[in-house]
């Protein structure tokens, strides 16, 4: 049991990386291949930050008040460029951008910030029927779980996230009534950047980050969109539910170089039983 709610966390965390990926490329047709560096880069401000004032609260902020500004400031220069094309043009031209964001941002954090980081949580481990499950686990399930409450009712109860949704389906559309596409994609960037922080955030509370974290991030993130249908929110959090506890287990009783075997396997299993949700 404690080994499926070790599952769950690491689920909870590759869903909610999925998402910041599924959210921008399904409204925008980005790739964000810089989010591992923003998850990163936000785990490593609240440590320093955690180091500097002792208090977890203002650290957590103020890593998240950095990444969400550094993302500001991504969309409103390098995308905007992006955004200037469009249909497949724009997916590569985006992925070129962000692959080269992501190079530069691993530069300046291999200068600067080029150790290991963690976040002590200091949460008690919970004993039920002589099972014990970690602290940090229940955490990242608890706060995984808020904030995809938070995202449902963000999308299906208020009027900017039925916005969103329109230019999803049809952005002409969403034109003539008013809506403006670029501002509801710096919105939803900025909040897909704020996820992939939380997530990096906690992924720090249970093991330690550093530079070279980010391209593992970001692939895991990947894979976890891909499996889940691209621009599929629910599908995207049922993926990374899935293979974060097939990982675990797979790690656990085979050990962890052959449980990415296990998860790519995974991976090309659904791809090939669902192949046409994932174009």
């Keep these: 049991m404690a080994l499926v709610v070790d599952g769950l966390s690491t689920g909870f965390l590759m869903a909610l990386l999925g998402l910041s990926i ?13 989010l591992g560096n923003f998850a990163v880069i936000a785990a490593t401000a609240t440590a320093v930050l955690l180091g500097l004032s002792g208090s977890l609260l203002v650290a957590v902020l103020g890593g998240l008040l ?3 500004l550094l993302g500001l400031v991504v969309d409103r220069s390098l995308l905007s460029l ?16 962000m692959l080269g964001l992501s190079i530069v941002l691993d530069g300046v954090m291999y200068v600067y910030y080029p150790s290991q980081y963690s976040i002590p949580l200091d949460v008690p481990s919970l004993t039920v029927a002589d099972v014990t499950f970690r602290g ?6 608890a706060v995984s779980l808020l904030l995809i409450a938070l995202l449902h009712t963000f999308f299906e109860r208020t009027y900017l996230g039925g916005a969103t949704q329109t230019i999803m389906q049809d952005e002409t559309g969403a034109l003539v009534c008013g809506i403006s596409p670029r501002r509801m994609r710096t919105l939803v960037f900025i909040v897909s950047i704020a996820i992939a922080a939380i997530a990096g955030i906690l992924f720090a509370a249970s093991a330690s980050v550093s530079p070279s974290s980010s391209f593992r991030l970001t692939i895991q993130a990947l894979i976890v969109s891909i499996a889940g249908g691209v621009t599929s929110i629910a599908g995207t959090i049922f993926a990374g539910l899935l293979l974060g506890i097939v990982s675990t287990v797979a790690a656990s009783t085979i050990g962890s170089s052959w449980s990415s075997v296990v998860l790519f396997g995974v991976v090309l299993g659904v791809i090939f039983v669902r192949p046409g949700e994932i174009v």
């Design 22 to 34: 599924t959210l921008v490329f399904g409204l925008g047709g980005v790739l964000n291949l810089s």
């Design 82 to 97: 992006v955004y200037r094309s469009s249909g497949e043009q724009r997916t590569l031209v985006g992925i070129f951008t």
């Design 66 to 68: 950095v990444s969400c």
């Design 136 to 141: 940090s686990s229940l955490v990242i399930i």
